[in-house]
């Protein structure tokens, strides 16, 4: 349907289902499958690409694949992705790119679909096209990139499962941007290298990513980090983006997933973000197939850091002391009278354009330390987070009989609580424990969560109280706090 417009036209839902349905019954080498339900109804499909035709989850693709997943419409006014990816998967069946050979490449056309189904023409007022889009908010006015932990939508729940089937090696959550104005019309949010570890974050920010960079570079487009300012402008440097797990890519990385978000730049004419979209997945399916067997090997290794009695990182700040300098091209920008207001408003004079260096700040450092237990214990009565835990296959034990057992048990000494609803919930911060040795009783029934096993990382930004997504933090145990 984009090829089909004039450049500035973006599939709508039914369109974009019946295409990959044609796609699926034209050719062998392409699957699509309902992969669980969304809040408006209707279902999550999984699109997926092989080679050989071959499509079962199972051993097969961890230990003979790279697995890719791309995610899109996330936000379904930011459409670019997924009029990018049909192209791309029409390609790939067709045998356009050359370099699948050892990739399988999954796609979730539309993650937002109550969102899709919403289309409008002025919810972005200042996005540059495409003439209609989708809205923001899903069919609940949920943000879904902010669900990835609490888990309110039906949405959220069947990615979690499909993903944790999947277990990709690279994720693609595919974004436009908003905000500062510049010349470029790629910029890219790489995932927090530091959240993935050390040996496996260093590959991942020395290797994978500036190889892609640099594919991208021979086909003329530039990639920037994503221009992360707001009322002001970029010129005098930003910051990394701050990717907790409520986040997709933060959420992506407590299972050891090499994760981007393409951010377009929403100011750009739609059909050049839509062909820097598709060239990004390009390059990295490229990188992917070629290093197909490292990738793996280091998301295996990358296990043996989180062992338990280790220390875990459990916050992080900008690492003001470790700056890198880019030659960044963007416009002059200023303050003038607002023609509604009279007020200073900010703008930039497309007139006059510039490169010059200026600092970026793309590290963090820890700034808060846990040890990683040997177990968490839930008791059978805290469902609400069982089923949580079950969805991202998470394994656990049950105590067989009623036991006592001498733990570590934290009490909760302050915390503080917004005083505004923020995506469905008064969440809390800057929550305080103190730790205690006690003799707690159990039931037969209850579960037991060993840390030696892939969801280490999940377990511990979710259980652990004073981590920032934690599910005390977004009050799965509120209940506890009152008389």
Known sequence: PFERGNGNQSTTYEECIAFYEKLDESFANIQMIQKGTTDSGKPLHLVLFSSEGKFDFDEYFTKNKAVIL???????????????????????????????????????????????????????????????????????????????????????????????????????????????????????????????????????????????????????????????????????????????????????????????????????????????????????????????????QMRKEALNEYQAGMQYPLDWAIDSTKVSYIDFKGYQGGYKPSDISGKDRLFYDKSKPFTKKIPFYGNYKPTKFVNIPKAYIIPQSQWQVLDILKLNNINAHRIQNDTIIEVESYKIESYQTSKSPYEGHYAHYNTKVSKSTQKVKFFMGDYVFYTNQPGVKYLIETLEPEAVDSYFNWNFFDPILQQ
């Open 70 to 296: 791309i995610n899109n419409g996330i936000h379904a006014g930011e459409p670019d992705g997924i009029d990018a990816t049909m192209m791309l998967m029409r390609d790939l069946a067709m045998g356009k790119i050359k370099t699948t050979k050892n990739t399988l490449i999954a796609a979730i056309p539309v993650y937002s679909v109550g969102g899709m189904l919403n289309r409008n023409s002025h919810s972005r007022a200042n996005q540059n096209g495409p003439e209609e889009y989708g809205f923001r908010g899903n069919a609940r006015n949920y943000d879904l990139n902010r669900d990835f932990i609490k888990s309110d939508t039906k949405n959220s729940r069947s990615f979690q499962k499909l993903f944790t089937e999947l277990n990709p090696d690279i994720f693609l959550d595919n974004h436009v941007s908003n905000g500062a104005d510049y010349q470029y019309t790629f910029t890219c949010i790489a995932t927090q290298h530091e959240r993935l570890g050390n040996k496996l974050g260093n590959y991942f920010i020395n290797e994978l990513y500036p190889s892609v960079v640099k594919d991208m570079n021979k086909k003329k487009i530039d990639v920037v980090p994503y221009v992360n300012v707001h009322s002001t402008t970029p010129d005098k440097g930003f910051e990394q983006f701050t990717d907790t797990p409520r986040y997709a890519t933060g959420y992506s990385t407590l299972f050891h997933t090499l994760g981007f978000v393409p951010e377009t730049h929403m100011l750009k004419v739609y059909k050049e973000r839509v062909k820097v979209t598709y060239e990004f997945m390009v390059s990295t399916i490229n990188f992917a197939d070629t290093n197909w067997q490292k990738i793996k």
